[in-house]
């Protein structure tokens, strides 16, 4: 006797693990190469340059500095930070290995971790489509820059917006020093 909703849902797990099969072949990139794209992704939306540092941890406030993490091999993969890394206002991200290997998995998501930099889950939504529409499972560099390019020109406008955005930004290190100058200014005064 077989009873029909156990295997409906046998049916179902099966069709869940094909399913997330497919969604992590898809999702599957070389770290440097897909680090590098998103750093080129992030440039376009931030205005500035963004570098790519391999196996390290990014720590900063006031004093930036970088921390090797090679002893610790579950945490490697890249950073992408700007190039001008004491401006703390611009968006960071990471991207870990898996398995101690040279590729991640970006999987597509309504989520978006790094709220400073939405648009970065949002390329990778797109490059997920992309790749299961054209059905591209290996992880070719060219394609890759080929949809980072057409996701640039397809979201110009919110481009525009986010560095118009950011420009409009009062600056933390100018206010911070302009307190600082007053500051010394009233203190001089009272000394007359």
Known sequence: ????????????????????????????????DIAEIIAIIMKEFEGIEYICINDTWYKGTGEEYFENLSLHKNNSGYQIVPLDSHNSKYARYKIKNIDNNETC?????????????SYVQDFINYLYVKRREKDVVNNDRDFLVKIALEFIE??????SKRREKISNKPKVENSANQKRIQGIYYMHLSEY
């Open 105 to 117: 998995i970006l999987l597509p998501s309504n989520y978006t971790p790094y709220k400073k930099c």
């Open 154 to 159: 397809k979201n110009s406008s919110k481009i």
């Open 1 to 32: 006797m077989v009873i029909e909703d156990l295997e409906k849902i046998k049916e179902l797990d099966t069709e869940k693990k094909i399913l997330q099969d497919i969604i992590r072949s898809y999702s599957t990139y070389k770290t440097k």
